[in-house]
């Protein structure tokens, strides 16, 4: 006689509960992989560029937005496991803006226990005051802020000014000189400033925006809105980030491909006749793999990654 069966019934509480404990498994695993991107990206950046050596005292620019709150948050990852010893200060200039909440910023650094300045100018009035109303007011705003953070550097003593830019703001920016600049010009992971005295750098060169949004999510970061600007509608960069998402929507892989180009410039074949000498150019008699195919049909390599549409050519 064969032995009766049983048959293990699930209430729909218990069901539910299951569901979530393998929905909240799933999000840790996602959370997980995000941070060893996050950290690896921004790892790769400093090493590429060497952007932090040893015993420099860096300055984290902080805005109280996602960007700047991930960057310290991935910084302060990377101090613990760094081969070279620096120090991060972190640093707020309080634009006076109208209903600013001046107290979060330094409530967070101070639990954080981390090394802080904040700095109070009133910029604010000086913008609102000079530019006309409808405006763009970052022009003015970002020199006037400039100026103040690197007084700010030079009595801090302080070796790197790090700034929250990513890898969609240099798209933007490449996209904007290009569109509204008549130049192929974007914005540097590492540069000396214009006053020739800081060495200004990008630690989140690699990093997708929306890989930082996540993070910020996760973390819960105490964001502050920026009332002076935040509110300005139809920017140009505005424009050009709503170029980019759309492109990447409909052709996924696109943002990954035009980004690495930014890494693989060849100047002999622009047109700049300053970055090369066309003037001069002569035969040589030796064959060489990157020299032109004139009279060839162009080939390019299709990324393999996910999702990506091949069009039909035309």
Not at 176 to 186: A, C, H, S
Not at 306 to 314: A, D, I, K, S
Request: hydrophobic letters at 35%; aromatic letters at 8%; glycine letters at 8%.
């Amino acid at each position: 006689m064969n032995a009766p069966t049983s048959t293990l019934n699930w209430t729909p509480a218990e069901e539910n509960a299951t569901d979530a404990a393998a929905k909240a498994v799933k999000i840790e695993r996602e959370t997980h992989k995000l941070e060893k991107r996050l950290c690896r990206q921004v790892g790769q950046a400093i090493v590429d560029y060497n952007m932090i050596e040893e015993g420099d005292r860096v300055m984290v620019c902080l805005s109280g937005g996602k960007d700047s709150y991930g960057m310290l948050d991935i910084l302060l990852k990377m101090q613990q496991r760094a081969p070279v010893k620096f120090e991060l200060i972190g640093v707020n200039l309080d634009q006076k803006q109208p209903g600013f909440p001046d107290h979060i910023l330094p409530e967070y650094l101070r639990q954080l226990g981390i090394a802080f300045h904040i700095e109070t100018q009133d910029t604010y009035s000086i913008v609102k005051k000079v530019v006309p109303e409808g405006k763009t007011m970052c022009s003015l705003c970002s020199r006037l802020r400039r100026g103040i953070l690197y007084r700010v550097a030079d009595e801090l003593k302080i070796t790197k000014i790090a700034l929250g830019h990513h890898r969609d703001d240099m798209l933007q920016t490449f996209f904007l000189n290009m569109f509204f600049g008549g130049k192929l010009k974007g914005m540097p992971p590492k540069l000396v400033s214009d006053d020739g005295g800081h060495i200004v750098i990008r630690p989140l060169a690699y990093v997708a925006e929306k890989d930082l949004s996540r993070w910020a999510a996760h973390r819960a970061f105490p964001i502050i809105p920026c009332s002076l600007c935040g509110s300005q509608e139809n920017l140009q960069r505005q424009q050009i980030g709503n170029m980019l998402r759309d492109w990447e929507k409909k052709y996924p892989g696109r943002i990954e491909s035009m980004f690495t180009a930014l890494q693989n410039v060849v100047p002999s074949h622009l047109m700049d006749h300053s970055r090369y000498d066309f003037k001069n150019i002569r035969t040589t008699g030796v064959p060489d793999a990157d020299g032109d195919k004139a009279f060839d049909s162009e080939e390019f390599t299709v990324p393999t990654l996910p999702g990506l549409q091949l069009l039909p050519l035309p």
